[in-house]
């Protein structure tokens, strides 16, 4: 038995010792990885102690809940999530062909999680393709509902194309090739404005001291461009006592912090940023991105730390947030027991913290730590690691329970 977490009207949880956490095991090798990753789960908090215990609710969704229910997001799992704030998930695979919409982009809408944050840092000795992946410790804030991923997209020739060429030449004067396919790129100051909100909020709940706002401002002047300007003005507006400009604290303080500021606000232009997280990561912490920027440079940084088995994730919204690994559910590998958990297993940490169970957060961190310096890990690690010995997957999770604390 267990009871729901409560969302306060500002936003503040309070979680209970026995929630109830709706899970997806997923499909492919969903349920292989969730099975141990409950098992981490379960001993992480017993070790930590206090008397808290999760009272774990399957709920159906994938290709799992088109044969049980019909339908690949049945209405009692929207229903479920929303009713307990919080949900982990396994990848599911989006079955091909037409009609089937993607369960990922439905969950997103249907419970307008507008963020997707993911953590990106450094598990030594996890093989990594540059030098200093250690220098690595970013929280990236992906904006998850606007921008060209709005599906707002017409085909060449069809009426709606032409209409809207037409339209576009008489408002701008510019001419468009008529084979032209289009799509439309909307940001919104108020789409803008709770994202980047929520990074800011973030970096000084955890002490970070920095958030990066970045866009292709320079180009896209009214989309791209008003997320700087929004980002700056929210900051000023809503944080001004606690934050600072970069450009400020260099001109009127020569670079040192003023008394009582804590998080500088910087602003790049995205395709220098993907030079500044080669040359000097050290430089950065929160990122706060419209949806094609984030949706890059979550990839790219997951690859320049050891990729994806290793990379966790969750989709937030006001009142609702689903944790999730950023792969997806590797069909040709299920059922092997072989894929790496710690994906899963950190996007369960994100959980525990997200409810305020930091202790539970940190041990699982330290645990997968000590577990990867270990050198007995899963074939993906093992493969391009030196003197390493592979374990399947579920003896993995057996390491990482051994390298819990308590
Ligand atoms: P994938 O992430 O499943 O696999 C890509 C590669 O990464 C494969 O080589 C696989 O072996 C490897 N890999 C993935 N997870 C791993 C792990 N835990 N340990 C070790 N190696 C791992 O991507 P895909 O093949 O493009 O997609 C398969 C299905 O998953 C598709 O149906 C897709 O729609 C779905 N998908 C779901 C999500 C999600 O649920 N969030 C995300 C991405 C893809």
């Not at 996890?126 to 992946?133: F, I």
């Not at 940001?187 to 709770?194: D, L, N, T, Y």
């Not at 909100?197 to 973030?202: E, K, P």
């Not at 059922?335 to 297993?345: Q, T």
């Amino acid at each position: 038995m267990g009871e729901a977490l409560r969302v306060l009207a500002n936003g503040t949880i309070q979680c209970p010792k026995n929630p109830i956490i709706p899970y997806i095991p997923g499909d492919g090798i969903g349920p292989e990885i969730w099975d141990v990753a409950v098992r981490v789960f379960d001993t992480a908090i017993a070790r930590c102690g206090d008397g808290r215990q999760v009272a774990w609710q399957k709920v159906a969704a994938g290709a799992g809940a088109l044969e049980s229910h019909g339908d690949t997001l049945p209405a009692e799992t929207l229903e479920a999530i929303k009713q307990y704030h919080v949900a982990i998930k396994g990848p599911l695979t989006t079955p091909v062909g037409k009609g089937f919409r993607s369960v990922n982009v439905a969950l997103r809408k249907s419970l307008d999680l507008y963020a997707c944050v993911r953590p990106v840092r450094y598990y030594p000795p996890a093989p990594a393709p540059v030098k200093h992946p250690e220098l690595v410790d970013m929280v990236i804030f992906r904006e998850n509902t606007e921008d060209v991923y709005a599906g707002l997209e017409w085909p060449k020739d069809s009426p709606e194309a032409k209409k809207v060429i037409a339209l576009v030449e008489e408002l701008s004067g510019k001419h468009i090739r008529p084979d032209s396919g289009i799509g439309i790129k909307p940001i919104s100051q108020s789409g803008s404005e709770r994202l980047i909100r929520m990074a800011i909020t973030y970096a000084l709940e955890h002490n970070r001291p920095s958030v990066t706002l970045v866009h292709k401002g320079n180009i896209m002047k009214y989309t791209e461009g008003g997320f700087r300007e929004w980002g700056y003005a929210l900051a000023e507006r809503e944080f001004g006592d606690v934050t600072i400009r970069e450009a400020d604290l260099w001109e009127k303080h020569q670079g040192t912090m003023p008394e009582g500021k804590k998080v500088v606000i910087k602003d790049r232009i995205c395709d220098a940023m993907f030079q500044q997280i080669l040359l000097s990561p050290q430089e950065y912490s929160v990122l706060a991105l419209p949806n094609l920027n984030g949706d890059y440079i979550s990839d790219a940084l997951a690859a320049q730390v050891g990729g994806l088995g290793m990379a966790p994730g969750a989709n937030i919204g006001d009142g609702a947030a689903v944790f999730e690994a950023t792969h997806g559910s590797s069909p040709k590998d299920a059922g092997k027991n072989r894929v790496n958990p710690s994906a899963l297993i950190l996007s369960g940490a994100m959980l525990f913290a997200y409810i305020g169970w930091h202790d539970v957060a940190d041990n699982l961190r330290q645990a997968i730590a000590r577990s990867v310096a270990s050198r007995h890990v899963t074939f993906d690690l093992a493969m391009q690691m030196e003197n390493a010995v592979t374990v399947s997957c579920s003896e993995f999770g057996t390491i990482i329970c051994d390298n819990l604390e308590g």
